[in-house]
């Protein structure tokens, strides 16, 4: 673990402060704001959050990409993607194409649409890259992700988004794919509607140019922190397109060409 942040609080208290942002539903300030954080410092954070979750019965199903976008790096001054975990008890399934979801359980919830991996064969060795992803890939899924921060008003530094789970609210799958993992998934395109209306379009090259390569950068990344991507894991590769606020009532129904629609309603 890095040594303790200049000017703040220690790991553990950061840590124990956006768990209760995220319990109470009560934003915080930007950590940024009062204490000198580095990456390495934000990661620790978001590590211990997850210690505390654990310990509470919480389930790591995989993780998420943020900041795949190079127009979204530029804003916050950094040259690569983060990464946070996916934690099962936000994990919305769907019945029947639709999920309904609780609104009140989040902060200032963003709605995205991308693309899943169904991790099939380990990814443990440096130096993963985009064909090893799609060799170890047993299903791709179209996936609206729900982005949420703890953080007032999105005030978000990369380490203020990277501490707080990158920026995790939830997430729901569409069905896995097999056959997608022969598509081009660079040209693959996306739409996402917002109340019956067309909202948002994208592609894949969106997610760092090819949404394999996002999830090769995570592999690694892990690997250098001493983690691996396992059989079974599930990894949001990054959003297609600009997210959208929600707000109670709100319809989302993600196309992408392909799988069968899908749809979450903020109840």
């Given at each position: 673990m890095p040594e303790q942040p200049v000017g703040g609080e220690d790991i553990d208290a950061i840590a124990r402060r956006l768990?209760?942002?995220?319990?109470?539903?009560?934003?915080?300030?930007?950590?940024?704001?009062s204490m000198?954080?580095?990456?390495?410092?934000?990661?620790?954070?978001?590590?211990?959050?997850?210690?505390?979750?654990?310990?509470?019965?919480?389930?790591?199903?995989?993780r998420k990409i943020g900041l795949t976008s190079r127009a979204i790096q530029q804003q916050l001054g950094v040259n690569e993607p983060d990464y946070g975990s996916l934690w099962a008890s936000r994990y919305f399934p769907l019945a029947g194409g639709r999920v309904d979801v609780p609104a009140d359980l989040?902060?200032?919830?963003?709605?995205?649409?991308?693309?899943?991996?169904?991790?099939?064969?380990?990814?443990?060795?440096p130096g993963v890259t985009l064909h090893?992803?799609?060799?170890?890939?047993?299903?791709?899924?179209?996936?609206?992700?729900?982005?949420?921060?703890?953080?007032?008003?999105?005030?978000?530094?990369?380490?203020?988004?990277?501490?707080?789970?990158?920026?995790?609210?939830?997430?729901?799958?569409?069905?896995?794919?097999?056959?997608?993992?022969?598509?081009?998934?660079?040209?693959?395109g996306m739409l996402l509607h917002h109340n019956g209306e067309p909202a948002v379009q994208g592609i894949g090259a969106a997610a760092l140019g090819h949404p394999a390569r996002a999830v090769a950068w995570l592999a690694n990344k892990l690997i250098a922190f001493g983690i691996n991507l396992e059989p079974g894991d599930i990894v949001l590769s990054?959003?297609?397109?600009?997210?959208?606020?929600?707000?109670?009532?709100?319809?989302?129904?993600?196309?992408?060409?392909?799988?069968?629609?899908?749809?979450?309603?903020?109840?």
């Open positions: 768990d209760n942002a995220w319990e109470q539903r009560q934003p915080l300030a930007p950590l940024s704001a000198a954080l580095t990456p390495e410092h934000a990661y620790a954070i978001q590590s211990r959050w997850t210690d505390l979750r654990l310990a509470r019965g919480e389930r790591v199903i995989g989040f902060v200032q919830a963003r709605v995205e649409g991308e693309l899943a991996f169904l991790i099939g064969r380990p990814l443990r060795e090893d992803v799609l060799a170890a890939t047993d299903a791709i899924a179209a996936a609206i992700e729900i982005v949420d921060s703890r953080i007032a008003d999105w005030r978000i530094t990369l380490v203020d988004t990277v501490a707080d789970n990158a920026s995790y609210g939830g997430f729901t799958l569409g069905p896995w794919s097999r056959a997608l993992r022969s598509v081009d998934l660079r040209t693959i990054g959003s297609l397109g600009p997210a959208i606020p929600m707000r109670t009532g709100d319809l989302f129904t993600l196309e992408i060409h392909g799988p069968p629609p899908l749809s979450m309603r903020f109840v």
